[in-house]
């Protein structure tokens, strides 16, 4: 109102720490640029963006060279509305710690120290941080065991004083390659845009925190190019954590494929053969192995093993806690985490920048997919009822046991028939939560399955059989969720999944995102029983890909009607066009 | 003469000297050694003193002068560093009259022997005692015959025009004492105050001497004449003369006259134009706050103070984050737009109207809560709102014009339960005006707008403040009341019907250009001002600027207390609307929320249609669908108490069902209802008896 062009102006500072970045805005790009460096994107829906400044974000900029100046100047700058001095109050706060502690090397010594005694000493008042210090120099410097790195600065973190860390990195031992223009396969390669941007900004070595960080990207955007990017700007011997052997052979296909690695510099680090390369890819299930609860997880060696110059964590979400107390103490050697969801139901997202580093890179879904980076993706959720016989069992179940009588409505299954028969041609993907299930499913519909219990060389060629079309279909149980890269497969149903698990959702619907060939748009189904507790669980799975900009088409499979008319509907076809089976549905519940 | 011959020796002493020789008693003896040798030289040299001895006296010929320039040097009342603390005070003028004038002179010049004292000051420190003496002037010149020609040629047509009207004539003895002096030197003195009133600052005596003979041409004729002209505006008391800081006599105007006078001769002269705004604001800002507080109340019922209509200050940052933000160029005109005034006012006159009350015991648990009228109120259309308020405000008779105030509470009464003065009770007022009822003449000011075109404020409200007081008439009867205050009392009047009503009202676009307030009458205004038997909104009451998300949240990019009524019916507010943020995630749409509003009425429909009217962007499918799915899961079921009799078997039941009647029914093999009771029925106990059904009664657990 003050300013002619307010409602030109994208920012709303709401609250102690939220500020709405409205899309529509012609200043958004802009105004998103440099909000980004110092604030948290939080969720990015349609038509708002929210994101979050709080001291870490705060103190990742400056770790990266944001001034103060400049972050409350693109408040000052974009803000709708006046700034509130509390809000900016709190970022002069924030800003103030920054860098009052030093991580430094001296002597070939590992030393925290600070030109003000006083903030030195009211630091090791506290007692997460006085557990990691060492002995007192002087009242300025305290030794510090350099095992212990990133315990300290995690304490440090919490009670406050973000030390700025100008140890340096481990080179570890050289390793040169480049990336190929032609793949082995024999297509072109190059790098797209913001793969080689998150790379750049990633080893950027002008800032204390370059070289260690986390890389937020979609999935199917090419993680693990970015991962090779990384190591290409490196040229140094590098680990790489993944959350399957699937996902590792995925991994050393890529780097085989993209780069002039050689077979011999890249190994897998799992079985009986395990084999320490240039490049070693391994699981985390692996390291973190061990023959019974007492005893101690022996692969964990593995880091020390090598003098690696980079730690490459894939999933980075998924980090297990071993593995989190061991990266603490590798903090002088580069870290890269990558993901797609940086939603831990744990709420350690936070841990996870304090560890790994600063988020580096965070680009909405969408926005890859109007570059087309990833393929263009439409949600349903179908509402199936349950049947009649079931509504009572179901009123009067335990809680849980409520939601395992909803996600396995048997009326699922001629839906699924249905849309599997709606999508001629096109391998779909069909994803549950239960075993029974799964292999109910798999009965039914006359598919294969897997599970957790197939062997490694049947998952290898079911998928291949998938990609390649040779399979209508495939039901998968969890395994399915993460770090299978299915490039051609353009359809997935979710008949079940783990309660209201935002991540899981994300990470399904991540397994179709690939872009396609032939440009064709990838299908999303969700298929949830209706006025049951397993709706109150989608809203909530669905929330993260809303965040994401995705919208959800509901539907209901209406009482009588055929499922396949249903899945037609939802497969964008008319019922003439298709002959599909008709199994009429019972009567919606009214429960 | 004798005083301009002095002003000459005068002139040639050195400072030291001027202030010795003012220290000096005129008539009396002073020892020598009382002055400084050197000053004693000058003083004597100049023939302003007489050194005999050792005494020293003021020469005789200079007595009148020593004696005019000490009461000069006492009252200065034109040196404003003389008294900064109180620059342009009455009582300096006061004084002034009292050094300069005996009693009985000044009871001559008030005409009022009884208001020598305390009238004489409000008379001739009005800019209306010099415009009047102006008028008579001219008058005398054109009756004059020989003075016509010269007069046309004395007066600058351009200050002809008079600022006084019919009821401001002079007073007898005042025009009588005027008849007496001659024209020619009226009409020198008439030059005399004009040049000092165009000049806008005092003239050394010395200075006026020069600029005159310049102006007549003739050196030997000047002084004589710019003396007499002198000697009648000094005896009128138009012009006032005191020393500055170097001892030098000045003549000047009463600055607060000459500022009121040249101010209104340029309103008077300068006719209100029509400009172009650079920004305008055109919003029923006392309705949205009201709105905006029922919002409140409905959400979260605001904690009152013991007072009653003072808001704990947490609630009112909250009402204030939810007001609509006004531009600042409002604010900075005094006019009574803060957001804290703005809550307190909101508070006030939405509980004047019955829109909220207080709930609860004050000082300990004090909340202001909307009513049912509030409630019926919110639910009207935006037009309907503003045209409530309006009729409540001008169409009540008791609202006219409330000198006591704004009745809060007046009882049981079928619309709010207080009135509202429709002309806002100022209390910058002399007591006299309070019985005059104002809103004809503001009514009458505001019609003289425009709806056409936007006019400059200041001007069109001074020009009314002069020609159309009501307040005018009760001056005569109360001469201690100047013009000025009359004239400063009916603007303050139609200042604050301005803004506090008008404005707010939306009964005015209100502009700004160069900090310059212009304004012009809207079709509510019309209306308003009984021009127009209905209005249409110039605008939306409120630009919308809502988003849905297809995440649920509901995001306002601007405060929006209207759309926030409303989505407050079927929305769970988040932690920043609770927090009291007008902007930003204030809202989430919840299953409970949404079936809350559908046990309340709301349809899909409704709702739906409610989102997608509110939503600047297109509604997203999902939610649609969603809170659609929400609302049709709603289902109402009837609880009743009954009493149940469980027979053992088959057999017993059927025989229970028998014994108790047609009332009874079998709700399953073993089971059968009786109507509610606290226990089987005497009547139906004796009839299983006989049915040989003996019954044990089973207390309930709570002992019922």
Redesign the interface.
């Known amino acids: ?2 300013d ?1 062009n307010a ?1 030109a102006k994208p920012l ?1 500072v ?2 102690a720490d ?1 500020v ?1 970045l ?1 899309v ?1 805005s012609p200043a958004f790009g802009e105004a998103r640029a440099r909000l980004m460096a110092f604030a948290e994107l939080v ?1 990015a ?4 963006h ?1 994101y979050r400044v709080t001291a870490l974000s705060v103190w990742n900029a400056r770790a990266s060279g944001v001034s103060l100046e400049e972050m409350l100047e693109t408040l000052h700058r974009y803000s ?2 006046p700034v509130p001095e509390s809000f900016e109050k709190e970022i002069r706060t924030h800003a103030s710690r920054y860098g009052r502690l030093r991580l430094v090397r001296r002597d070939d010594a590992l030393t925290l120290e600070s030109s003000d005694p006083d903030t030195l000493a009211e630091a090791a008042v506290d007692r997460d941080v006085q557990k990691w210090l060492g002995p007192r120099r002087d009242p300025l410097h305290y030794h510090i065991d350099p095992e212990r790195r990133g315990l300290l600065k995690l304490a440090l973190l919490k009670a406050g004083f973000p030390p700025t860390d100008e140890a340096g990195y481990s080179d570890g031992d050289r390793l040169a390659f480049e990336f190929r223009e032609q793949t082995l396969a024999g297509g072109a390669f190059e790098l797209r845009d913001y793969q080689r941007e998150a790379a750049a900004g990633f080893a950027d070595p002008r800032f204390a925190a370059g070289g260690s960080g986390v890389v937020v990207l979609p999935c199917g955007a090419g993680k693990t190019i970015v991962g090779l990017a990384c190591m290409h700007a490196l040229q140094t011997t590098t680990l790489v954590l993944c959350t399957s052997v699937t996902a590792a052979k995925q991994w050393i296909a890529e780097a085989l494929d993209k780069t002039t690695l050689e077979p011999d510099e890249v190994g897998l680090y799992h079985g009986p053969g395990r084999e320490l390369r240039p490049v070693t890819v391994a699981t985390y299930q692996m390291l973190t192995y061990r023959r019974s609860r007492d005893e101690p997880m022996l692969n964990l060696e593995v880091f020390d093993r090598a003098n690696w110059g980079l730690i490459v964590y894939d999933e980075v979400h998924l980090l297990p806690a071993p593995v989190f107390q061991v990266t603490a103490a590798l903090q002088a050697r580069r870290r890269l985490g990558l993901t797609a969801t940086l939603v831990r139901e744990d709420g350690k997202e936070d841990e996870v920048f304090a560890l790994i580093g600063p988020k580096k890179v965070d680009v909405p879904w969408r926005e890859l997919e109007e570059q087309g980076w990833i393929a263009t993706a439409v949600c349903s ?1 179908i ?1 199936v009822p349950l049947p009649v016989w079931q509504r009572l069992d179901y009123a009067r179940a335990p809680k849980r046991q409520r939601f395992r009588i909803a996600s396995e409505n048997i009326q699922k299954i001629p839906l699924v028939r249905a849309l599997v028969e709606a999508h001629p041609g096109q391998p779909v993907l069909i994803m549950a939560m239960y075993l029974e299930q799964v292999k109910e499913l798999g009965s039914a519909l006359g598919l294969p399955f897997l599970t957790g219990d197939s062997s490694q060389a049947k998952r290898d060629e079911l998928f291949a059989a998938l990609e390649a079309g040779e399979l209508a279909g495939l039901v998968v149980s969890k395994i399915g969720n993460f770090s299978v890269d299915l490039p051609e497969v353009s359809v997935a149903i979710q008949v079940s999944g783990t309660f209201g698990s935002r991540q899981e959702e994300a990470q399904r619907l991540g397994r179709i995102l690939r872009p396609k060939r032939d440009r064709r748009q990838a299908s999303f189904y969700s298929l949830v029983s ?2 049951t507790v397993e ?2 669980f989608a ?1 909530n799975r ?2 993260f890909l ?2 994401q900009g ?7 499979a209406e009482p009588g009607s055929a499922a396949g008319a249903v899945a037609n509907e939802w497969a964008g076809r008319s019922q003439t066009e298709t002959q599909t089976g008709a199994e009429p549905l019972e009567p919606a519940p ?1 429960l | 003469m004798q005083f301009v011959d002095t002003l000459s020796a005068w002139e040639r002493l050195d400072l030291d000297s001027r202030w010795s020789f003012l220290e000096l008693k005129p008539s009396g003896d002073h020892h020598s050694n009382d002055l400084e040798p050197e000053a004693l030289g000058e003083l004597a040299g100049g023939g302003l003193v007489e050194h005999v001895g050792s005494v020293v006296r003021v020469a005789v010929v200079h007595r009148a002068f020593s004696k005019a320039m000490r009461a000069m040097d006492r009252a200065r009342v034109l040196d404003a560093d003389a008294r900064p603390d109180r620059p342009g005070e009455r009582s300096q003028l006061s004084a002034y009259l009292v050094e300069h004038f005996t009693l009985k002179e000044r009871q001559e010049l008030c005409a009022h022997p009884r208001q020598a004292v305390e009238g004489l000051p409000q008379l001739a420190g009005s800019y209306l005692w010099i415009d009047q003496f102006f008028q008579y002037v001219r008058r005398r010149v054109r009756e004059a015959d020989q003075g016509a020609a010269e007069g046309a040629d004395t007066f600058d047509d351009s200050s002809d025009a008079g600022v006084t009207n019919a009821s401001d004539r002079l007073d007898k003895e005042r025009r009588q004492r005027l008849d007496r002096v001659d024209l020619a030197v009226l009409i020198d003195c008439y030059w005399l105050v004009d040049s000092l009133l165009s000049a806008m600052s005092p003239w050394s005596v010395e200075d006026a001497f020069g600029i005159f003979l310049e102006k007549v041409g003739d050196p030997s004729d000047g002084p004589v004449r710019l003396a007499e002209a002198l000697q009648v505006a000094l005896n009128e008391v138009l012009v006032l003369a005191c020393i500055d800081a170097n001892a030098r006599p000045m003549i000047g105007l009463w600055p607060a006259a000459a500022k009121a006078l040249e101010g209104r001769r340029v309103l008077a002269a300068d006719p209100v134009a029509a400009e172009s705004p650079s ?1 305008v604001i055109a919003r029923p800002v006392m309705v949205e706050d009201m709105l905006a507080l029922l919002v409140e109340c409905a959400v979260a019922p605001p904690r009152m103070k013991a007072g009653g209509f003072v808001m704990f200050s947490r609630n009112q940052d909250a009402l204030a984050a939810r007001l ?5 160029w409002i604010g900075s005109a005094s006019t009574g737009w803060s957001l804290e005034r703005r809550c307190d006012a909101a508070c006030r006159q939405a509980y004047a109207l019955g829109f909220v009350t207080l709930a609860g015991t004050p000082g300990k648990d004090l909340r202001m809560v909307l009513t049912a009228s509030g409630e019926s109120w919110t639910a009207l259309s935006p037009k309907a709102r503003l045209r409530y308020v309006i009729d409540r405000l001008s169409r009540d008779p008791r609202s006219r014009f409330r000198p006591r105030g704004d009745v809060l509470e007046e009882g049981p009464l079928t619309e709010g339960v207080g009135v509202l003065s429709f002309v806002p009770v100022s209390l910058q007022m002399w007591d006299p005006f309070w019985s005059v009822d104002p809103l004809p003449a503001l009514v009458a000011a505001y019609r003289r707008g425009s709806s056409e075109v936007f006019l400059r404020l200041a001007p069109f409200l001074h020009q009314q403040a002069l020609a159309h007081s009501p307040f005018s008439e009760k001056t005569s009867s109360y001469r201690w009341i100047s013009r000025e205050d009359t004239e400063a009392s009916w603007l303050n009047v139609l200042v604050t019907f301005f803004f506090l009503r008008l404005f707010a009202l939306g009964a005015i676009a209100l502009g700004v250009d160069n900090e310059d307030f212009l304004f012009r009458l809207t079709s509510v205004g019309r209306f308003l001002l009984g021009e127009a038997p209905d209005f249409e909104l110039d605008s939306p009451i409120e630009k919308t ?1 809502v ?1 849905v ?5 509901i ?1 306002f ?2 405060p929006s207390p209207g759309a926030e009524l409303e989505i407050s019916a079927f929305a769970s507010p988040t ?2 609307q609770q ?1 009291g ?1 007008g ?3 204030l809202y989430r749409l919840t ?1 409970a929320s949404v079936q809350r509003a559908a046990a309340g009425g709301y349809d899909a429909a409704r709702l739906v249609g409610a989102l997608r009217n509110l939503s600047t ?1 297109a509604l ?3 939610v649609a ?2 809170v659609q ?1 929400w609302l049709q ?1 709603v ?1 109402w079921a009837e609880a009743r108490p009954a009493l149940l009799v469980e027979a053992g078997d088959a057999e017993t039941a059927i025989r229970v069902l028998a014994a108790a009647g047609k009332e009874a029914k079998l709700i399953s093999d073993t089971v059968v209802e009786l109507p509610p009771a606290a226990s089987v029925p005497s009547r139906t106990l004796k009839k299983l008896v006989e049915a040989g059904v003996f019954v044990r009664e089973r207390t309930a657990p709570d002992g019922r």
């Open positions: 109102m003050t002619p409602t709303i709401q609250g939220t709405l409205e529509m969720k829906p349609q038509h708002v929210t709708r509305y959720e509402r209706s006025g709706e109150d809203l669905h929330r809303c965040e995705y919208e959800y088409r509901i539907s209901y009214s | 920004e609509t933000p006004l531009p600042p600027e988003v998300q297809p995440n649920l949240e995001v990019l601007a932690r920043a927090n943020h902007v930003g995630t299953k962007q997203p499918a999902n669908t969603q799915a899961a289902r």
